[in-house]
């Protein structure tokens, strides 16, 4: 594959990603929804991001693990628990990072 290709594939690819979210994103910017619509709309990003991270906790690298032995799901439980109390982002970041690597250090 020439490098001529890899780079148009890639422009191509890029184009029409850009134009299939701005367009629809440009036109809704212009109405006015109603506000059940926006507060659905309101839902999807967190939804999508729960469901990327349920799917990689509950299953890492595509196989299931049993919940006892899973380091993914026994540093997430803390992991929200801190959230839910303190609404920090960066101090869940972090607590989450170090106690998955105790986690996994411990399991071996």
Request: hydrophobic residues 60%; aromatic residues 24%; charged residues 5%.
């Given at each position: 594959m020439s490098?001529?290709?890899a780079?148009?594939?890639i422009v191509g690819m890029a184009v029409a990603n850009y134009s299939l979210r701005f367009i629809p994103i440009?036109?809704?910017s212009r109405l006015k929804l109603p506000p059940l619509v926006e507060r659905?709309?309101?839902f999807i990003p967190v939804?999508?991001?729960a469901a990327l991270v349920v799917g990689e906790v509950l299953r890492p690298d595509g196989r299931w693990l049993p919940?006892?032995?899973n380091p993914y799901l026994l540093a997430a439980i803390p992991t929200a628990l801190v959230y839910y109390k303190w609404r920090s982002f960066l101090g869940t970041t972090v607590v989450g990072i170090l106690l998955?690597?105790?986690i996994k250090a411990l399991l071996g």
């Open positions: 490098s001529t290709y780079w148009t594939v440009a036109w809704l659905w709309l309101s939804s999508v991001m919940p006892l032995e998955f690597l105790v």
